[in-house]
């Protein structure tokens, strides 16, 4: 079998495409010519790979969890450790690829959008190692959950702005960022955070994420001389996970599973389970499943994990949703928790919220599993953005 | 041809140039919207309508804004499409109808097709602002088979081959976004504005109406020579969110001078040049 997704107009099966203004459709298609001429382009791998190493610290450790597995009685437990990630998570492999683009492009400007801001972070951080005019946009809400990451961003020579709009997350951040990128296009690139929006975003951002599967292939060969049994990974975008299954879906014996945000509960606007709850549309570019009333009117969503509260998805994952190949779970906020500080006390690894959505998962994967099978985990970020809104919401639970 | 081709041919060949205002749907209410579009419409030559979306991301604050306001007063697309099938039982909105509606509320229609049910409420024809021409082929067929117009948009940055496409899909008008950027009033148009215009009116056949950022009778004085029609929308909603008390006065007011300039931009030559 040869999975050989998406096809040359960029539709993963039904979804995907380019549902964009005509402003920016050429420069779509612009960025999409010189994104397939640098990735065939030896010489450019060359450099991606060597900023990878040098300024992200890669190889990341495939690092074995023996307290965690020992505490859950099955299959061998492996982080893939993205929290170790230069600025804190697998955001950065996807800027470094995006920011040598736009150096490749001409351009100066760079417009982001942050949810967590784990994306605006790393966006910031190239831009300063590139020399490149950076503004990150973020809902109020983020701004004031995630605040050490604004100063962060700051410090790094970026401008935040602040969105007040609708429900002043992640989705009126993109909003507003690709607002400025409709209006200043001829000087400005989009880095976009994950494997959702018009084409070529969701193939180009899975490319520069497939790093993280790849050194898993290579690492767990080395190791344990085969495949692994499962993957797991937090579904926000998709682009931690995609970057983690996407060199396995050939593989048939690999089983792969996506958790998404189950927040507070099933309703709408409980939760960020796009997947699991939503039904198709078109948001902000691309066809694919979304969290939205009987109108089309895009819902409000809720998760405890910043990074993950966003209504839509990358089309690819809807597209392995509808085929099989990938499983997509939910996880509430609470469960998230509580994987947050079973991994800090057993393993001295504070996670950050989003992948502690994919630790949770394993209290209900691990009773199925043997001891002789290998599961990895997607550990996407590490938790110091995370460590005041924990602490409040871990004094909530423990009291009420 | 569809009733907004039709329209505008009628118009260039009397040597005339369109007014088309854009309203959102159900601003500044549900109850006072009817009213305020037949007294709009007085103005117009093709009115437009815009359908409330949560995120609309070709728009600039005022038009975002006027969505939030409609949408929190419970307008959806069924509502628009009663009031405007209502409207036409009563014949009060005597120019053609266009939708403008971002694409996720038109998937979602539950009850049957978009377009059969836009054509049963006389809508005549429909803009989306994120439908590129690349995903837009069925959306065209859908159009065609209820005589419906499907009005594609040309943007500055758009590539002359590109363009070229565009105006040859476009039905009833092609619609030339004035500068690069959202919608909202600007305070002049840069002479790339113009060029631009005067590129795509030696392009194509096609009747071309221009919008984004409108506001001014001079403004129109100096578009209008180089377009068939001019489309004001950001500057029309503000009047009217501005005037609470008195909403559709202050959109006449606002229309009045905005119909005279166009009026004056009459001239023989467009005659000749339609011929
Ligand atoms: C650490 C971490 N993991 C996961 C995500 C979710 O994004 P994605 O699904 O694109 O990996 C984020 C987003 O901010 C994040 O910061």
Redesign the interface.
Same mark, same amino acid.
């Given at each position: 079998m040869h999975y050989g997704q998406p096809d040359e107009?960029g539709r993963f099966g039904r979804f995907g495409?380019?549902?964009?203004?005509?402003?920016?459709?050429?420069?779509l298609l612009e960025l999409e010519r010189q994104f397939q001429s640098a990735w065939h382009d030896e010489a450019f791998r060359r450099l991606f790979h060597h900023h990878l190493r040098e300024f992200v610290g890669r190889p990341t450790p495939l690092y074995f969890a023996e307290r965690l597995t020992e505490a859950l009685g099955g299959a061998r437990i492996y982080l893939k450790r993205e929290d170790l990630c230069h600025t804190g998570a697998h955001k950065i492999n996807n800027c470094v690829g995006q920011a040598l683009l736009t150096l490749r492009m001409g351009k100066r400007r760079i417009v982001a959008e942050t949810g967590a801001g784990q994306h605006g972070v790393a966006t910031a951080a190239v831009a300063a190692r590139f020399g490149l005019e950076c503004i990150v946009y973020m809902g109020e809400i983020d701004m004031e959950r995630q605040a050490p990451n604004v100063f962060r961003m700051q410090l790094l020579g970026a401008e935040v702005v602040g969105v007040a709009?609708?429900s002043r997350t992640l989705?009126e951040a993109i +909003?507003a960022a $690709?607002?400025d990128w !409709?209006? +200043? !296009?001829?000087t400005t690139h989009y880095l976009l955070g994950s494997v959702v929006g018009p084409h070529p975003y969701p193939v180009m951002v899975r490319s520069f994420q497939a790093v993280i599967g790849e050194e898993v292939k290579e690492q767990l060969l080395e190791r344990e001389g085969r495949l692994p049994d499962y993957l797991v990974a937090c579904v926000g975008g998709g682009s931690n996970s995609i970057g983690l299954f996407y060199p396995f879906l050939d593989e048939e014996s690999v089983q792969i599973i996506g958790v998404e945000a189950g927040g507070r509960g099933p309703g709408l606007g409980e939760h960020a389970a796009t997947l699991s709850f939503g039904t198709p549309? !078109?948001?902000?570019?691309a066809h694919s499943f979304?969290l939205?009333d009987?109108?089309?009117? $895009?819902a409000s969503t809720h998760s405890v994990s910043a990074g993950l509260d966003y209504p839509g998805v990358g089309p690819e994952h809807s597209f392995l949703k509808e085929t099989g190949r990938v499983t997509y779970v939910t996880v509430s906020d609470r469960e998230a928790l509580e994987a947050f500080e079973e991994l800090s006390e057993l393993e001295g690894i504070i996670p950050a919220l989003e992948p502690a959505h994919a630790l949770a998962f394993l209290r209900r994967l691990i009773p199925r599993t043997s001891k002789e099978d290998i599961v990895v985990v997607g550990l996407s970020g590490r938790g110091d953005k995370d460590l005041q809104l924990a602490r409040q919401a871990m004094e909530e639970y423990h009291h009420g | 041809m569809g009733e907004v081709a039709t329209r505008m041919t009628a118009l260039q060949r009397a040597g005339k140039k369109a007014l088309v205002p854009f309203v959102t749907a159900g601003f500044p209410t549900r109850d006072v919207f009817p009213q305020l579009l037949e007294e709009v419409s007085r103005f117009a030559d093709i009115i437009e309508i815009g359908v409330p979306f949560s995120d609309p991301l070709a728009d600039g604050p005022v038009i975002q804004h006027t969505s939030q306001v409609a949408l929190e007063q419970g307008v959806t697309l069924p509502w628009i499409l009663e009031m405007l099938a209502d409207q036409q039982a009563r014949a009060s909105v005597s120019v053609p109808v266009v939708l403008m509606s971002y694409l996720n509320p038109l998937l979602q229609i539950s009850d049957g097709d978009f377009f059969e049910r836009a054509r049963r409420a006389n809508v005549a024809g429909v803009i989306i602002p994120d439908l590129p021409v690349e995903e837009g082929a069925p959306y065209e067929i859908a159009a065609r088979d209820q005589q419906m117009d499907l009005i594609y948009l040309i943007a500055p940055t758009t590539s002359q081959e590109r363009a070229r496409l565009i105006a040859d899909r476009s039905q009833g008008f092609v619609y030339l976004v004035s500068i690069t950027g959202v919608t909202g009033a600007r305070d002049a148009f840069p002479a790339e504005t113009f060029d631009f215009l005067r590129r795509m009116r030696a392009l194509t056949n096609k009747p071309l109406c221009v919008g984004f950022g409108i506001s001014r009778p001079e403004q129109v004085r100096q578009l209008a020579p180089e377009v068939d029609g001019v489309i004001v929308g950001s500057s029309l909603l503000r009047v009217i969110m501005e005037a609470p008390s008195d909403p559709i006065r202050a959109a006449q007011r606002m229309l009045t001078p905005l119909r005279r300039a166009l009026d004056e931009s009459w001239s023989p030559s467009s005659v000749i040049n339609a011929e």
């Open positions: 107009r495409g380019q549902y964009v203004p005509e402003t920016v459709m050429e420069a709009e609708g989705k +909003n $690709i607002r !409709v209006t +200043n !296009v001829r549309g !078109v948001l902000h570019g979304l939205q009987r109108f089309g009117q $895009i | -």
